[in-house]
């Protein structure tokens, strides 16, 4: 198992807010990736229109910290009332499987 924090944010907009989700998402990506730990930080669209961010972080505590950014309340604070159901959140660790390399989701850069 890697210290690397994988995780999946998954986000449940009502029709007639999916336009102003995926733009409030979308604004706010850039500057999580200047937050200290974050690896990646990826915004996706499911086939069902969820919204699902990727994330990764150099470690459990880099994610920690992460949710507790000015960031994170604002998307919190901008969904709100906007979505179907609570944002479903997993936290995860890569077993790393096979010796290509394409067995593992989350490499961290530390030397």
């Known amino acids: ?7 999946v944010a998954i986000f449940t907009p009502k029709p007639e807010y999916y336009s102003e989700v995926r733009d409030l ?7 999580v990736h200047d937050e200290p730990g974050c690896e990646f930080y990826t915004m996706n669209e499911d086939v069902d229109g969820r919204l699902i961010q990727i994330e990764a972080w150099t ?3 880099h994610w ?3 949710i507790k950014q000015q960031t994170v309340i604002d998307i919190l604070a901008g969904v709100a009332g906007k ?3 609570d944002v479903e959140v997993y936290e995860m660790y890569n077993i790393p499987t096979g010796n290509s390399g ?3 989701l989350a490499q961290s ?3």
């Open 102 to 104: 394409k067995g593992s």
């Open 109 to 111: 850069t530390k030397p």
């Open 83 to 85: 979505l179907t159901k």
């Open 64 to 66: 920690v910290e992460h």
């Open 1 to 7: 198992m890697t210290d690397v924090c994988t995780v």
């Open 59 to 61: 470690t459990k505590e």
């Open 25 to 31: 998402l979308y604004s706010i990506t850039p500057l």
